[in-house]
């Protein structure tokens, strides 16, 4: 059995260390000025004390809280726990609920404000941030009552999602424009995705290295051999078996096998709209691969470069368990904040 165990912030009810610096002015001495016995919302604490200081340079008071609190009648730790049910999975009024059966009584609305706060925090914590190597992957959400395209951006150096784009990953028009800003402002130089041709030509056009997702080359490759070992002439069969090898060792000169493969194919007879024969359709899948092969083996020369976009799939994975309460966004900013807090880490 693993037990995982969740840090939540500290709070202190009181804080014996003065204010190093006015909240005012450069001032760096002051005077006690009462004190305020202020009642919080939290999982352990009711009340904390709270000292009032007066600037000595401009005459100013203010209030010094204790280590977890702030001027919001709920803690620290409180609004993380509530954010933390709300992306476990409950709405913010089941997260209501659970808090009082904890004897906290914090409404649905409050909760809904602290998560949208949890996800500016995010955008923020991520805004500048160096990204190296990016994975995408289109995904279906539910938004404004029907199924939405989105296009999720995951750093694969942490595994927490970038950005979440309003963006139709088959666009490559579409995908560039939303890409070239975040290339430019995270530096990143390597993308990760799965082998839909518009990748490949945002690749190119952004100049970026480019790796396909080893799973979903070998689902969609594997289906197409296995199709194609009903349908071909008998004496071929040995060409889907060196495309199966080629694919498992993945060696770096794998285009220029597939390419005499190719050659050794009788050429196209059918015309079209004649429909392809299962000879024709070998060829192309075999131009196909030959044309992506550098795509596929990226990750061999930087070992820091995944072979999968495995990491993409889970961040989107926990994005869809939260779409059922997304769904009642009114504004795709609303709807983005929810899904990017659903796949973060918590501070
Ligand atoms: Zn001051």
């Known amino acids: 059995m693993t037990i995982v165990v969740l840090k939540l912030p500290d709070v202190k009810r009181k804080r014996e260390e003065r204010p190093r610096q006015c909240l005012y002015c450069e001032g760096e001495t002051f005077q006690r000025w009462g004190q305020v016995n202020k009642p919080v919302k939290d999982l352990r604490v009711r009340n904390v004390k709270v000292y009032r200081y007066r600037c000595c340079r401009c ?18 730790r409180l609004r993380l726990f509530a954010v933390l049910l709300w992306t476990l999975g409950l709405s913010h009024r089941a997260s209501s609920l659970i808090l009082s059966g904890l004897q906290v009584w914090m409404s649905h609305m409050t909760i809904w404000r602290d998560v949208q706060e949890g996800a500016q925090k995010i955008k923020k914590r991520h805004q500048w941030k160096a990204v190296r190597i990016l994975g995408l992957d289109g995904a279906h959400v539910f938004g404004w009552g029907e199924k939405q395209p989105v296009l999720v951006a995951v ?31 995270h530096g990143i130089t390597v ?4 082998d839909l041709s518009s990748y490949k030509i945002v690749a190119e056009k952004l100049q970026l290295t480019h790796q396909v997702c080893q799973f979903h080359v070998r689902r ?10 009903e349908t071909i002439p008998k004496p071929w069969l040995w060409v889907l078996e060196e495309i199966r090898q080629l694919l498992e ?8 096998s597939l390419y005499a493969l190719w050659k050794q194919l009788p050429g196209r007879r059918s015309t079209p709209p004649q429909s392809r024969s299962a000879l024709e359709q070998l060829r192309d899948l075999l131009l196909r691969l030959c044309d992506h092969w550098q795509s596929y083996c990226t990750f061999q020369s930087e070992p820091e470069i995944p072979w999968t976009n495995n990491a993409t799939e889970r961040s989107i994975g926990k994005m869809k368990m939260r779409a059922r309460t997304v769904r009642g966004y009114k504004s795709w900013q609303g709807m983005q904040a929810g899904l990017m807090l659903a796949a973060s880490s918590l501070p």
């Not at 060792?249 to 220029?256: A, E, N, Q, V, Y």
């Open 59 to 76: 005459k100013r008071t203010f209030r010094h809280y204790p280590e977890g609190n702030s001027r919001a009648d709920q803690t620290e």
């Open 155 to 185: 750093d694969l150096g942490t595994g927490d999602p970038l950005v979440v784009g309003y963006v139709n990953e088959s666009d490559p028009q579409a995908v560039c424009r939303w890409l070239t800003p975040l290339v430019q402002r």
């Open 191 to 194: 993308i990760v995705t799965d």
């Open 220 to 229: 969609w490759v594997g289906k197409a051999l296995k199709e194609l070992q």
């Open 249 to 256: 060792l993945l060696p770096p000169d794998g285009s220029k």
